[in-house]
């Protein structure tokens, strides 16, 4: 089993749509990433959170540390949100190393 | 967010022949480099942490005479592809953060196809 397993693993939807990732992990950590990563395979960080709630935009990020497991949001979502989005997570264990989740592939259609 | 930039983005190389990938940070100073590798449809795959000033820690598999990692000061890490082979080509990307645990910045990658 990962030790960062995201779902789904791929999501059409239509313009406007209100989108939601999930990332669930199973080991203890800092903190956790959302990446975006385009097409051209640029990666952009999203938001880095450690407890509670970030909103950016139209993106909404939140985590449950007790329960181990984080959501991302997009809201009025727009062709151009498609993109894979992944969620990595610093472990407490291994220092200065991410540990990657597999990734969403989002496609938003107009 | 911060900048970190990825030069070049695109190269295509004989085999044989070697190749330099840079990662700038342009807004802060990364006291840690990290280089990733990503195979099509697949995640990333870290290969090596780097420090600045100090040697770099490869991760279990990687080749360290082959992907050689300078972090010669706190804006700048290279990684040199050595001895290229098609079994090269792929998706290289960097990150960097300042401190430890950090917002992680990533390079917008390289794409190299060895021919």
């Known amino acids: 089993k990962n030790e960062v397993e995201q779902s789904p693993q791929n999501l059409t939807a239509q313009e406007g749509e209100f989108i939601t990732i999930n990332c669930s992990y199973s080991?203890?950590?800092?903190?956790l990433h959302w990446l975006q990563q385009h097409p051209g395979g640029g990666i952009v960080s999203l938001f880095m959170l450690s407890s509670g709630k970030k909103k950016h935009g139209r993106l909404i990020a939140t985590i449950n540390i007790q329960e181990k497991h984080s959501s991302l949001h997009i809201t009025a979502s727009h062709p151009r949100d498609s993109a894979v989005y992944i969620c990595?997570?610093?472990?407490?264990?291994?220092?200065?190393?991410?540990?990657f989740g597999a990734g969403t592939i989002l496609r938003v259609k107009s | 967010g911060a900048v970190v930039s990825q030069h070049p983005s695109r190269v295509i190389c004989k085999s044989g022949t070697s190749v330099k990938i840079e990662c700038r940070s342009l807004d802060f100073q990364a006291t840690t480099m990290f280089w990733y590798r990503q195979f099509p449809k697949q995640s990333l795959m870290l290969m090596a942490t780097?420090?600045?000033?100090?040697?770099?820690?490869?991760e279990q598999g990687v080749e360290k005479d082959k992907f050689l990692i300078n972090h010669a000061s706190l804006t700048l890490s290279t990684l040199t592809v050595t001895s290229a082979h098609p079994e090269d080509s792929s998706f290289y990307i960097c990150s960097a953060i300042w401190g430890v645990n950090t917002e992680a910045f990533f390079g917008q990658g390289t794409r190299l196809t060895v021919v």
């Open positions: 080991v203890g950590i800092s903190a």
């Open positions: 780097s420090n600045e000033g100090s040697k770099a820690t490869y």
């Open positions: 990595a997570v610093w472990r407490m264990e291994y220092g200065n190393k991410l540990v």
